[in-house]
């Protein structure tokens, strides 16, 4: 079992910048990858970023490409989003998740096992 806690949402201007952070516990931290997706009101989920089990490699949708950073601290057992240049579009509620089963960098809400409550991400124009 994999217990995930996300924290760091909130209110902020367009072109702001937020950084959302996700601890976890249950598991060795660095057997798993991780992922961040989001939902906004009315739309599906969909992928933000993934990061593999060391930090060494990392994926991002083309609508976040050069403005979110994902990160993770192996020793904190945490894994990081950094937001720059925030757009309204971005508002959403974000979700980390673990996957356990790694194979490769998942883009799929089924490619991970666990996931987090959600943490409320507005961007106001």
């Known amino acids: 079992q994999v217990q995930l806690v996300e924290s760091g949402g909130g209110l902020v201007q367009a072109g702001g910048s937020l950084r959302l952070s996700c601890a976890a516990s249950?598991?060795?931290?660095?057997?798993?990858?991780m992922g961040w997706f989001r939902q906004a009101p009315g739309k599906e989920r969909e992928f933000v970023a993934a990061?593999?089990?060391?930090?060494?490699?990392?994926y991002y949708a083309d609508s976040v490409k050069g403005r979110f950073t994902i990160s993770r601290d192996n020793a904190k057992n945490t894994v990081y989003l950094q937001m720059n240049s925030l757009k309204p579009e971005d508002t959403a509620v974000y979700f980390c998740a673990a996957d356990v089963t790694y194979l490769r960098l998942g883009i799929h809400g089924y490619d991970y096992d666990y996931w987090g409550q959600g943490t409320q991400v507005t961007v106001s124009s």
């Open positions: 990061i593999s089990r060391s930090g060494a490699s990392t």
């Open positions: 249950g598991r060795t931290f660095s057997s798993y990858a």
